[in-house]
């Protein structure tokens, strides 16, 4: 049977690329919001772009590795941790093309009094713009000799080992601007939570 076509769109085709992930996104953030389950964030192999007014975390630390998202050959990241971390301000954004253009999820949190908290947070970035500031940091830290941030992953720390961390009791950063390919955390409470599908991509729809 022919997809319902309304105005040159196939929308039928359209709900099968965008409902089960909007669904599933939706289900998901209810959750994070009440604090309910552990986070993983990562967009088929794309990158997402992540903003915040303000990210203050203690046990932080550093280092690169390299991530294989799906479809993709692998990707370096600077993989930066915290054990728990305070974000004012949170706005993650990733574009999704469809058969009517690119359509943009827009997630915001933390935008009122009660900010968004994570703890054994994970965000594997390829960019990174803000101001910071690092309290107590050691540079050029052996991989497997970190000890204030949450562990290291295992394959960096066992299949690199002349890979150095840098390592810090806190940071923080203010006017956060960054692209990531994955964010994961033990807990993720998102106060606040609002997410909305926006038509089209680019500057004024995606955060930045």
Known sequence: MES?????????????????????????????????????????????????????????????????PSGKGAQPVAVSAFTDATITGLCQSVVVPTP????????KAGGGKKPVTATNLYIDLDQLDADATFYNINIGVAAGSTTKGPPVESSVKNGSPGAFTQE???????????????????????????????????AGVECY
């Open 4 to 68: 319902l076509v309304r105005g040159g769109t196939r929308w039928r085709r359209f709900a099968v690329v965008m409902v089960p992930s909007v669904a599933a996104t939706a289900a998901v953030g209810v959750l994070l919001a009440q604090g309910a389950l552990a986070a993983s964030f990562s967009v088929s192999g794309q990158e997402f772009k992540v903003t915040a007014e303000k990210l203050d975390g203690t046990g932080f630390v550093q280092y690169g590795t390299l991530d294989v």
């Open 100 to 107: 009517i253009g690119d359509v943009t999820l827009v997630l």
């Open 168 to 202: 810090a009791d806190r940071a923080v950063l203010t006017d956060v601007e960054q692209k990531a390919w994955a964010t994961s955390a033990g807990t993720f409470t998102l106060n606040g939570l609002s997410l909305r599908l926006h038509k089209g991509s680019g």
